[in-house]
């Protein structure tokens, strides 16, 4: 992932449905009224409220919120299937409220690939015709489209399904072949709006595992949209809690977990363990404490990276006496974890009594 620069960045974007949702959001910003007062004086429902973030290069980056939280509607201004009322949207540096259509339609049919809950296929055409749609929107003859159809069924394991139609498949299959559609078109961008939500715990356990490989494999930068913290914690790289329209914290799956913003947060993260999200570089100590403590560090240590888990670390640290020492990812030690460490990390997970 390219830390350094932004694939889409989101300024300042409100939205107000309403015929007099100019006239809504000037008294939201300047009168400062409230979203029932915007719903009595004029008949306007803030969906989104002055949302700002960023989504790096190859980023998966979640946005999370329960129903009506403004996710799904926040998610659909990327690419313009709804305008702002105001604010602005920034697709690698251009700002996609000053594309024409034919311009947008590129965007859409290029650059962006779409995953919905339902999985929105076409019932009368079979498996491989439905992934091959965006090729053949694009105009790219019927060979071609077909060879690139049958390699993205071979990537989302749906080998010896391209002649069924979406009937005959099961839900976790038609969702697969979704995911297919969306990757055939090769889009720089994955917008998905809570595509694992409709299906069994276990196929959606199942499918969130092949999508986090996936990605790693081809690099799309992702906006996923989730109401279930646990798949937003296993899947995003960063992820943005949602409420009333509002984003109220960014940040690592770690970072929230161990800091939430406030009580709304703190709610919803009490349920997810530590040991999933918080890494060796959160809990060590520098080697010169340690070494003020207990002397100098003894000769080829076990070592761990600086990523590992909490959980990956208690298990590599059961069998042994002596701390282990951390190293990044150039292989410099840059820390100590402890058994004392370990130990306060997970009494910390508690319920902060």
């Known amino acids: 992932m390219d830390s350094s620069s932004s694939a889409i960045k989101i300024e300042n974007v409100w939205k107000v449905f309403g015929n007099t949702s100019k006239m809504a959001l000037d008294a939201i910003q300047n009168d400062k009224i409230s979203k029932t007062e915007a719903l009595e004086k004029y008949n306007s429902v803030i969906g989104v409220s002055d949302v700002s973030f960023d989504v790096k290069q190859g980023e998966i980056f979640c946005v999370m919120g329960l129903s009506g939280s403004g996710k799904s509607t926040l998610v659909r201004h990327i690419n313009r299937l709804l305008e702002p009322t105001s604010g602005k949207i920034l ?51 019927k060979n071609d489209r077909l ?19 979406a009937h ?39 499918l969130q595992s092949e999508f986090i490989k996936l990605s790693k494999q081809m690099k799309k930068t992702t906006v996923f ?32 977990v161990v800091n939430p913003a406030d009580e709304y947060v703190a709610d919803f993260v009490k349920g997810i363990s530590r040991l999933k999200v918080v890494q060796a570089k959160s809990i060590m100590q520098s080697v010169e404490a340690y070494e003020q403590k207990h002397g100098k ?40 974890v402890t058994q004392a460490d370990l130990l306060k990390a997970v009494i910390e997970g508690g319920d902060g009594e």
Do not use: C, Y
């Open 91 to 141: 697709i690698n540096d251009q700002d996609v409220m000053t594309l024409d259509r034919e311009s947008l339609q590129e965007l859409r049919n290029k650059k962006i690939g779409m995953v919905f809950q339902n999985f929105a296929l076409m019932p009368h055409r079979s498996v491989v015709d439905n992934i091959a749609m965006p090729l053949e929107i694009r105009g790219i003859s």
């Open 225 to 256: 949209i989730t109401h279930d913290l646990d798949e937003a914690v296993r899947v995003g790289h960063r992820i943005a809690i949602m409420r009333d329209g509002k984003v109220i914290q960014i940040g690592t799956p770690e970072e929230i």
């Open 168 to 206: 005959e498949l099961s839900g976790g299959m038609q969702q697969r072949v979704g995911l297919a559609r969306a990757l055939a078109a090769d889009p720089e961008f994955l917008l998905m709006d809570e595509p694992f939500s409709a299906l069994d715990p276990l196929i959606r356990r199942q």
């Open 297 to 336: 560090l003894w000769d080829d240590p076990d070592s761990v990276k600086d990523n590992e888990l909490l959980s990956g670390l208690i298990e590599k640290s059961k069998t042994k006496d002596k701390p282990l020492v951390v190293k990044n990812s150039k292989n410099q030690v840059i820390g100590v």
């Open 147 to 165: 060879d690139t159809a049958n390699k993205i069924l071979d990537i989302v394991e749906l080998q010896g399904w391209g002649n069924k139609f």
